[in-house]
């Protein structure tokens, strides 16, 4: 049972259950708007979209930490699981097997999810294994994958491609905001392996600094796309949405410990939960 427990931290499984809570609200609410809600949820198709991406996002969290150990035994030793609980060739192996695993479905709804589900494997794989210590670029991959959770819905789910993709883009703000925040919680692991982070280069007051310039753009865009489309049921969402983006923006300026960016990282994720939620009523 240790086992068990101990390998659904390592996938992150509350991080695939947002995940799974997005797509599915996605698929009622902005894709199925002319079917029933168990209509949409009992879609076969979306049913193996939503497995391929958990595959995928699990296959990544645990090839993450498997090149992580050192760091993390620095930054969060209590929850290191490769090496102490599950060895690491083992590790290796169901990683292995997540992705053959989603491929194989992913070729059965078509080229064009097959073909995001690779990007974002090879991606993760790179991230993983080099880009996570440069500054920006592992921030910006990981915001990117993260939205490629509602692009590859978009790319077969065409009707309301352009309502997903506006999501997809909330997605990828938030979680480049929220990477930036853990990039400052865990500077000292960082700083003692080599890493190359924004804040290691920059200092802690000047990526503060971009992060405020990315809270400020990334509300002013996404509503104002809201409002090219017409629709003023998001803009307001995104527009309501501005106000724990505030706090958030509070609470950054006053952090100097660790424990400070630890609460930020949870709140980001209270956002995108939030940010979710709005498709209720767009």
């Not at 290691?200 to 996404?222: A, P, Y």
Request: glycine residues 6%; without cysteine; hydrophobic residues 55%.
């Amino acid at each position: 049972m240790l086992l068990i427990q101990k390998f659904f931290e390592l996938i992150r499984w509350k991080n695939l259950l947002i995940i799974l809570l997005t797509q599915y609200m996605a698929r009622v609410f902005l894709v199925g708007k002319g079917n029933s809600i168990p209509e949409s949820v009992l879609d076969k198709n979306q049913f193996l979209i939503s497995l391929s991406t958990l595959l995928v996002a699990a296959a990544g969290y645990i090839i993450n930490d498997y090149f992580d150990i050192k760091i993390d035994q620095v930054n969060k030793p209590e929850e290191v699981v490769i090496g102490r609980f599950i060895r690491r060739r083992h590790a290796m192996l169901a990683h292995q097997i997540l992705n053959v695993s989603a491929a194989v479905i992913s070729f059965t709804l078509g080229w064009k999810v097959f073909a995001v589900n690779v990007i974002a494997m090879t991606m993760l794989w790179f991230y993983a294994s080099v880009f996570k210590k440069l500054p920006f670029i592992g921030n910006f991959m990981v915001a990117g994958l993260t939205g490629a959770a509602l692009v590859v819905m978009a790319v077969f789910y065409t009707e309301n491609d352009l309502l997903i993709n506006i999501y997809a883009l909330f997605a990828f703000g938030i979680t480049l905001i929220r990477e930036i925040i853990k990039d400052i919680e865990d500077i000292r692991g960082d700083k003692k392996y080599g890493s190359t982070t924004l804040p290691i280069i920059w200092g802690i007051r000047k990526t503060k600094f971009l992060l405020f310039l990315f809270m400020v753009g990334f509300v002013v865009s996404v509503a104002f796309m809201g409002i090219a489309l017409h629709n003023k049921k998001l803009s307001l969402s995104f527009l309501l949405l501005g106000i724990p983006f505030l706090y958030l923006a509070f609470r950054l300026y006053f952090a100097d410990r660790k424990k400070h960016f630890a609460q930020l990282s949870f709140w980001s994720k209270v956002i995108m939960i939030l940010g979710v939620g709005s498709m209720v009523f767009v």
